[in-house]
């Protein structure tokens, strides 16, 4: 884990499935993941080490949907439906056991987000799942009903932690790295931003909904200063394009105005989808 935190800029960056590979234990190769199975049990091991969950294109399924319960907890699959296969009994070990966890989420074609550490805290053998804690490392029971107080904080704290790093993964791997709008390639320097803010009924944490935007030109969209018409083409407050300042005012916001994204996934399908587009032009020429 300590590995994986300085490769992935802790937790902030994914990997490549080959990047994960390249983890040798003394000097030996040793896989964190496995590409076939779910679930990887080193044989050296008595419980697993990582599960594993696949990518979805935009708009597919995956073989099973992992979900978050009425407690604000994860749940993960079994492996089929036998709670004694050899996975789900891996996996059942790392709970009895208290033992950390490496989650790889799939946020593209080969590529991972690992969340580490995360821990199995309960069973629910009637629903062939786990309750995966991606927050409070384990400290707390799952069985029993938790405080409303609690469950609000359980579910915040999961968004920020999973569900936030995972939208910003996927997003940033979408656009190959680069800024929509002036195609800056540093990953430090980029967000995964919003195109309908993910607290409104429409604002679904899906790569349609958003954009990578470096910071300035993310802040700028936050505060209607710039907007994004449907046809993708970028538009500029009127009070700040008649406003004179120094080059930033002039080559990163003003020179942008009526220019199309500079940058646009190379799937289609996650294109930013112009009904939301739509709605937050709307909001940008309210503002103005």
Request: proline share 6%.
């Amino acid at each position: 884990m300590e590995w994986l935190a300085v490769r992935t800029n802790d937790g902030a960056d994914s990997l490549s499935s080959d990047e994960i590979r390249e983890f040798t234990f003394r000097g030996i190769p040793f896989p964190l993941m496995d590409l076939q199975r779910g679930i990887r049990k080193p044989a050296a091991l008595s419980a697993a080490l990582s599960f594993r969950t696949v990518y979805r294109p935009e708009g597919a399924e995956r073989p099973y949907e992992d979900a978050v319960g009425h407690d604000g907890l994860i749940r993960y699959k079994y492996r089929g439906t036998d709670p004694d296969h050899s996975e789900n009994r891996a996996l059942r070990a790392a709970m009895h056991g208290a033992l950390p966890l490496i989650w790889f989420f799939g946020v593209g074609p080969g590529m991972y987000l690992p969340t580490f550490p995360v821990f199995i805290v309960d069973e629910e053998r009637s629903q062939h799942q786990f309750v995966v804690d991606a927050v409070s490392q384990g400290r707390y029971e799952a069985r029993g009903a938790l405080e409303e107080t609690l469950k609000r904080y359980v579910t915040v704290e999961t968004r920020r932690r999973l569900h936030q790093p995972i939208f910003r993964a996927t997003v940033i791997r979408a656009y190959a790295t680069r800024c929509a709008i002036c195609a800056l390639g540093h990953a430090p320097l980029l967000d995964a931003a919003h195109i309908v803010p993910d607290r409104e009924e429409q604002g679904i944490a899906a790569v349609r909904n958003g954009m990578a935007l470096c910071k300035i030109h993310h802040a700028a969209l936050d505060a209607h200063i710039l907007g994004v018409r449907p046809d993708y083409v970028v538009e500029i407050r009127q009070d700040l394009l008649e406003e004179v300042d120094g080059p930033m005012l002039k080559y990163g916001l003003q020179e942008r105005h009526g220019k199309r994204l500079m940058v646009l996934p190379s799937q289609r399908k996650e294109y930013p989808d112009k009904g939301l587009l739509e709605l937050a032009y709307e909001t940008f020429r309210g503002a103005g």
